[in-house]
Structures are given as structure tokens and as C-alpha cells.
């Protein structure tokens, strides 16, 4: 019994056939997927599948990288697609220096409304945090008073020092395919130092395929090698690993709890 807490099966034009996909992630037991938005169209996607698919639950949100996509009035749309019994949580949001000519001071200003917005609709976060490990970390301690309903730094990759920081504010990490790299040292002293009540695995679909798979498409049906590399660094059984997570994953997103339409 597995979650992806972590996927975007939103870019329509990546993965074919929708039900065969969703046939086959089912099939490898994955039970539930969080589709994540990344801007308003791709969460307005994402709450349409949600509400159709019996497996997804969605998540909305401006990613840091696609705020050019940012219209007056959308943090209120978002808002409004959250009010539905599947919308879990406000993301994905934060920060993204990878790239050049990046306006930081925008970044910063979209993650704070959007941290506010989570608080004001009583929903978790889920943080996007790339090149910005610094200012992110600042922002979330600045804006502490918003994370009352919890969050997780979503595919984490920093170092030990910056996950017991994130910790420390109360919030989970969540592991994707870089964990199982085999050049992914420094993460895999992150997995073991996690407290397992406070971790959380998912693909990041249809981005980095774990090993084997490295360079294919990723999907949530391979969400399976993220759980065994976590229990083989951790000395966990992977069963056993595999339904903290899933209760991990229930105790942040609440309305994971919630079926279909109200
Ligand atoms: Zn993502």
C-alpha cells in the first residue's frame, strides 16, 4: 500500500492515455497520488482529475519558476478550487534561483501571500525549494505564524544542517528519485536522520525517474524504488516504512481522508 504524495499527472500532453496509466499505478498498489498544480491552469487540471479519478487528490499553487503565468485575482481562484472536498493543500510554492535572470524579490513575495492564503484556508504547504536553501529557510522563520496547519519541503535534496531546521518548524521531508542516485551521498545521511513520524516519499512526476529507471518518464507507479531505497538506508522494514508514510502522509493533508464529492 503506497502514496505518492508528490506527482503532476496535470501535464496533459506527457502521459497518453489517462485511465491505462491510472490502471497501471493501481496495479503496483499505489493506492493514492497527490496531483500537484504549478500554476492556475495546471491546478484547475489537477482538481478536475482529482475529482474524477477515485486515486488523486490535488494540490494548487504558483511555483516559484512559473510566476509569468500570474494573473490579478488568481490566489482567489486558487483559493476557490481548494474549497473542493480533494483540494489537500496550497502548492507547489517557494523559491527557485536555478535559473538565470530569476526575479527573487517576486519570489518572495508569491511565497509569502501563498504561505498566508494556506493559513487563511487552514490548509498544509507543499515547498518547492531549489538554489535558495537560505532565503527559504528565512521566509518560513519570518512567516512561522502561517504554518499552524503544517507543510513539507517537497523532493528535498539539501544537507543535514537544513533538514533539522526545516524540522525543527515543525515540517515533514518528503523524499523523491535523487534518494536513490547512486551519487546521492549527502541525502542518504538526510533519509536516516528523519524522524519516521515526519517523512514522506513521493515521485515528483513525470520529472527524475529513480535508478533504475534514470532518464525515463517518471510515474507515480515508480514510487515503489523511493520506498525501498528509504527502508534499506534507514534498517526499516519496507512494509512497516510504507504505512508510517501513509499515515504520516494522512495526518498533513487531512482531507486525504475525504472521498470524492461532497
Ligand atoms: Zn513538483
Redesign the pocket.
Known amino acids: 500500500m503506497y502514496i505518492d504524495t508528490?506527482a503532476?499527472l496535470n501535464y496533459e500532453e506527457k502521459y497518453g492515455d489517462e485511465a491505462a496509466l491510472l490502471a497501471h499505478i493501481r496495479a503496483v498498489g499505489v493506492e493514492k497520488i497527490i496531483d500537484?498544480g504549478?500554476n492556475y491552469t495546471s491546478s484547475a487540471y489537477a482538481a478536475k482529475q482529482a475529482q474524477a479519478n477515485s486515486c488523486l487528490w490535488f494540490a494548487a499553487g504558483f511555483?516559484p519558476s512559473n510566476l509569468e503565468d500570474f494573473r490579478e485575482g488568481d490566489f482567489e481562484k486558487i483559493a476557490a478550487l481548494l474549497a473542493a472536498p480533494k483540494g489537500v493543500a496550497v502548492g507547489?510554492i517557494g523559491l527557485d534561483y536555478h535559473y538565470e535572470n530569476t526575479d527573487e524579490s517576486a519570489q518572495k513575495r508569491a511565497f509569502c501571500a501563498q504561505l498566508e492564503l494556506a493559513h487563511a484556508l487552514c490548509l498544509p504547504v507543499i515547498i518547492?525549494s531549489r538554489d535558495a536553501a537560505a532565503d527559504t529557510l528565512q521566509i518560513l522563520k519570518d512567516n512561522r505564524r502561517y504554518l499552524d496547519c503544517g507543510g513539507v519541503m517537497?523532493?528535498f535534496s539539501g544537507s543535514e544542517e537544513t533538514a533539522k531546521e526545516y524540522l525543527k518548524l515543525g515540517l515533514y521531508i518528503s523524499f523523491a528519485g535523487p534518494v536513490t542516485f547512486k551519487n546521492a551521498r549527502r541525502l542518504d545521511e538526510v533519509a536516516k536522520i528523519v524522524p519516521s513520524e515526519r517523512i514522506l516519499a513521493e515521485t515528483?512526476s513525470p520529472?527524475l525517474a529513480p535508478e533504475p529507471l534514470r532518464g525515463t518518464l517518471n510515474t507515480p507507479a515508480n514510487v515503489p524504488f523511493i520506498y525501498k531505497k528509504l527502508a534499506q538506508l534507514r534498517g526499516e522494514d519496507e512494509e512497516e516504512l510504507a504505512q508510517k508514510i501513509y499515515k504520516n502522509a494522512h495526518t498533513l493533508f487531512t482531507k486525504l481522508n475525504n472521498h470524492g464529492k461532497i
Do not use: M
Request: with cysteine; glycine share 0%.
Open positions: 508528490h503532476h500537484v504549478w511555483h507547489e518547492h517537497h523532493c515528483d520529472y
